[in-house]
């Protein structure tokens, strides 16, 4: 059985850091990408950054690209999102998803497995 679940949400001020880790079990994800979502209150489900098999190649979404790093370790199935400079407007449930494919997908369509996702509140 695939799981994948996440740690490290939290409260934070405005300007502060978070990282989010996701640990994977149940599937070889050294052969798939892994990517991080997030979903405000009354929003839909958005992409946030994504990182392919072997960590070569990574995508972010326009909002947190040069604030946010997405890693991975292999050896340990755990993907990290390092959040820097944190905005309120960062303020949601934040989802860790494997790909159905080896590459750094930014569609969510590409994603097969989910985590329980994690809240992280950025107060201002």
């Known amino acids: 059985q695939v799981q994948l679940v996440e740690s490290g949400g939290g409260l934070v001020q405005a300007g502060g850091s978070l990282r989010l880790s996701c640990v994977a079990s149940?599937?070889?994800?050294?052969?798939?990408?892994m990517g991080w979502f997030r979903q405000a209150p009354g929003k839909e489900r958005e992409f946030q950054a994504a990182?392919?098999?072997?960590?070569?190649?990574?995508n972010y979404a326009d909002s947190v690209k040069g604030r946010f790093a997405i890693s991975r370790d292999i050896a340990e199935n755990t993907v990290y999102l390092q959040m820097n400079s944190l905005k309120p407007e960062d303020t949601a449930v934040y989802y860790c998803?494997?790909?159905?494919?080896?590459?750094?997908?930014?569609?969510?369509?590409?994603?097969?497995?989910w985590g329980q996702g994690t809240q992280v509140t950025v107060s201002s």
């Open positions: 998803a494997g790909a159905r494919g080896p590459s750094a997908t930014t569609d969510i369509l590409g994603y097969d497995y």
């Open positions: 149940g599937r070889t994800f050294s052969s798939y990408a």
């Open positions: 990182i392919n098999w072997s960590g070569t190649n990574t």
